[in-house]
């Protein structure tokens, strides 16, 4: 399905890059998939690019929506802060193929918790540019997915500035998959 144009098999409600306008794409529209991660999915539309949630993959024709892989191979085993720090590494900037852990967006992870034997998770995370669009829409996907992990009762997830993001913040592992070394 990567690389390829398809129709959209109904409307869909999808989120402008870099903007992070709402927009949306009609029946019929036919657009051209450039990044598939995470379950997102990146498209090339008559409006610029867009992102198409995973909730909304049978609009792609994708038919019902699979857990995406990264979620499938998230260890039971693992305490709780590594499942979290797992399952960010499975939200994706919509222009970048790296994950935001791997970007270096992820500041602080702490996981606490409750009297009820369940967790509350903080996260700090920033962005690669303080005027992204996208800002909220990875925020509130980073939080959903902390949120749907077994033992969290409530995520946040702080926006934070300090120290301002930089190139040097990539992994290895992110540089490799950007082809910087």
């Known amino acids: 399905m990567l690389n390829q144009v398809v129709e959209l098999k109904r409307e869909v409600t999808a989120v402008q890059i870099p903007s992070g306008d709402v927009l949306t794409l009609p029946e019929g529209e036919r657009v051209y998939i450039t990044q598939i991660l995470g379950g997102s999915y990146t498209v090339a539309t008559d409006h610029g690019l867009a992102r198409i949630s995973r909730e909304n993959a049978d609009a792609l024709g994708a038919g019902a929506q699979e857990p995406s892989p990264e979620a499938a191979a998230l260890d039971e085993n693992a305490t709780l802060e590594e499942r979290v720090w797992d399952t960010l590494k499975c939200v994706y900037d919509p222009e970048i193929p790296v994950d935001i852990v791997n ?12 009297e009820n034997g369940l967790h509350h998770v903080a996260v700090k995370m920033t962005l690669t540019a303080p005027g992204c669009g996208m800002g909220p829409h990875l925020v509130m996907e980073a939080k959903d997915r902390i949120e749907a992990l077994e033992g969290v009762e409530a995520a946040d997830v702080e926006m934070v500035w300090d120290p301002p993001w930089n190139q040097d913040m990539v992994s290895e592992e992110g540089r490799m998959k950007l082809g910087l070394i």
Not at 103 to 112: E, H, K, Q, T
Request: hydrophobic content about 65%.
């Open 103 to 114: 970007l270096g967006l992820i500041y602080d992870v702490a996981v606490i918790e409750l």
